[in-house]
């Protein structure tokens, strides 16, 4: 983020600070002191904002542990006036490993709060006897018993389910397991965005800036996710399932199949290479135009299929992705085509045509791919 400068790096992750924290840093000691008269409970004012940041930093580092535990790069960790930000270099896939790392954060304050409540108790002070940043500087107690008032508000506020707030994003990955990403970020979308009018005319009436801030800086970010999520559905990977021949598109053949026979379903259909199903349904072979054009030309015309097909063959899942790991099968066995197998089961037929058109459906989206409206 532009303006933010590292102060320091721990877990692999830069934190870094942006300048108009420090601003906010200032702003307070100022009005301590204006208050107070005292230098020291200025400085005390002072220390207790950057208790409070690191009682966020320590949230965003909950959140990104768990993002790193599941396999997600974390590029920094940026301390802003209104709150710490978690970059990740890419959005989790699985709804459920959202759901964790969003509750990750909130959970870190959930068992800061009565650590610092039982510090201020045993310093003398009860939990809830600081109402403000400036009585919070009474004692060091009071000091404590503060910041586990902002530990509880932290795990609070970040609950609300207003994307792209941590409640919010529990809320899509609920979602998600549900609907379609795409859906669930939508719905989260929304509903956070419908927050975001609520804290904002709050925030405006009550003249809480701060909660204005906020307001905004939701609206525009679950926006901005969303079209990020909408970009990432458009171009992800395709399946081999996505542009595989169906089995009921695929013609197959026993192994009892005379070679004759073969030969007329080539002659009259569309196909050339065929999977060898036996009774049970059970892929035990493949018969390919390879062996098929050998046996035309040899004494082997006049066997079944069994003599002459294959039985080392690769099969490929209907998960696999098409370009990363399909294209390459094709390219690596030489084969035209790939029984698709999924629980043992012949499911489908991948070939190079399928691969052609794909690549051309991939080259069509390529070109009708538009730049995010927020950069981020
Ligand atoms: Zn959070």
Not at 27 to 44: H, I, N, P
Not at 49 to 63: A, D, K, M, Q, T
Not at 247 to 273: A, K, N
Request: net charge neutral.
């Amino acid at each position: 983020m532009g303006g933010s400068f590292k102060i320091g790096r721990a877990f692999g992750i830069d934190v870094k600070v942006h300048w108009t924290f420090l601003l906010l840093v200032v702003f307070f000691g100022f009005l301590a002191y204006q208050a107070t008269g005292s230098a020291g409970r200025a400085l005390a004012v002072i220390g207790l904002i950057l208790g409070l940041f690191v009682c966020v930093l320590l949230h965003e580092y909950g959140h990104s542990l768990t993002a790193q535990r599941l396999g997600i790069e974390i590029n920094d960790i940026t301390l802003l006036p209104i709150g710490g930000l978690a970059r990740m270099k890419s959005l989790p896939e699985r709804p459920a490993d959202e759901v964790k790392i969003a509750l990750a954060g909130p959970l870190v304050n959930v068992v800061l709060a009565p650590v610092f409540f039982a510090v201020g108790h045993l310093l003398g002070a009860s939990p809830f006897s600081a109402t403000g940043f400036v009585s919070a500087a009474d004692s060091a107690g009071q000091f404590f018993s503060f910041l586990g008032v902002v530990n509880v508000l932290l795990a609070v506020f970040n609950l609300i389910p207003a994307f792209p707030m941590d409640g919010g994003r529990v809320l899509r990955g609920l979602l998600a397991t549900r609907m379609g990403p795409v859906r669930a970020t939508d719905i989260s979308s929304a509903v956070g965005q419908g927050f975001a009018l609520l804290f904002f005319l709050y925030g405006l009436l009550g003249g809480n800036l701060l909660l204005v801030l906020i307001a905004v800086f939701i609206f525009f970010g679950a926006g901005g996710e969303a079209e990020i999520v909408r970009q990432r559905e458009l171009m992800r990977g395709l399946t081999v399932r996505d542009v595989m021949g169906t089995r009921r598109r695929t013609e197959t053949v026993t192994p009892w199949h005379t070679f004759g026979q073969v030969l007329d379903s080539v002659i009259h259909g569309y196909q050339m290479d065929f999977p060898v199903v036996d009774e049970d349904g059970r892929l035990v072979g493949m018969l390919t135009r390879n062996e098929i054009m050998a046996a035309a030309h040899s004494p082997d015309r006049f066997s079944e299929v069994r003599q002459i097909m294959r039985t080392e063959f690769p099969t490929i899942s209907p998960e696999a992705d098409l370009f990363a790991e399909g294209q390459k099968l094709l390219q690596e066995s030489g084969l035209r085509a790939i029984p698709v197998v999924e629980d043992g089961e012949l499911v489908g037929m991948l070939t190079l045509e399928d691969m052609s058109q794909a690549s051309l459906l991939r080259d069509i989206r390529k070109l009708q791919q538009r730049p995010a409206p927020w950069g981020r």
